[in-house]
């Protein structure tokens, strides 16, 4: 059992440049989010998913985009990478009813 | 919008005593509050939570509290072992899609 993936751990990128930061989960779980860990920022959530299809705003939602095509994948899009955007970057998962979510081991990204 | 404010950002302990971090939440309307730790290089991982049904919630060293009226939490370590030190989240939902966490508390057990 995998839990929540993510890929890859470290990546650095040149200000301007686009990628994708790939999550997926094999709990059949209905909820995905997506969070970024800065120092004395705690966990910001970017976006979120309440199912297939459905995604909505965080709290740190601009220069982001997400999709959920399928219940296990939800990928986070850097659209044009900025120096803000370095960070940690952790995707998390959890069933319906606010049970536990669980966290991928996280994206290390560098924009410099 | 919902928002959590944690305190202390940084805790120092000696080994064997008692470590409490204490969160607030904004959301009257918050009902799970959830409690995570996070080692080194690792993802946060759950170690206790609480629901707004409960006032108090122990699991072996580890123990939570919740004050609905006055809108805060606290997370209670006692007799800390080296094992314990961690970045330390709490969190609040109100919903059932999303959960909002405070800015972590980094715990050191001085030996």
């Known amino acids: 059992n995998a839990g929540v993936t993510q890929t890859p751990k470290f990546q650095v990128l040149k200000t301007g440049q686009s990628m994708t930061l790939q999550c997926a989960q094999d709990m059949n779980h209905e909820y995905m989010s997506w969070y970024r860990q800065d120092p004395g920022m705690g966990l910001r959530l970017i976006h979120y998913?309440?199912?297939?299809?459905?995604?909505d705003q965080g709290e740190v939602p601009n220069g982001y985009n997400v999709s959920r095509s399928t219940t296990e994948d939800f990928p986070l899009r850097l659209l044009s990478a900025a120096p803000s955007q370095t960070s940690v970057y952790f995707c998390a998962s959890r069933g319906q009813g606010r049970t536990e979510a669980f966290f991928g081991q996280g994206t290390r990204l560098t924009v410099v | 919008g919902e928002n959590v404010e944690q305190h202390p950002s940084t805790l120092s302990v000696q080994e064997g005593d008692s470590a409490v971090i204490k969160c607030t939440y904004s959301?009257?309307?918050?009902?799970?509050f959830p409690w995570y730790k996070q080692e080194l290089g690792k993802g946060p991982q759950l170690i206790i939570d609480?629901?707004?049904?409960?006032g108090e919630k122990k699991d072996q060293r580890i123990a939570v509290t919740l004050n609905k009226t006055a809108k805060h939490f606290s997370l209670h370590i006692t007799e800390t072992q080296p094992e314990d030190s961690a970045v330390y989240f709490c969190a609040a939902s109100f919903r059932d899609d999303k959960i909002i966490f405070g800015k972590g508390t980094r715990l050191h057990i001085l030996p």
């Open positions: 609480i629901r707004s049904n409960v």
């Open positions: 959301d009257s309307a918050s009902n799970y």
């Open positions: 998913s309440v199912g297939a299809g459905i995604t």
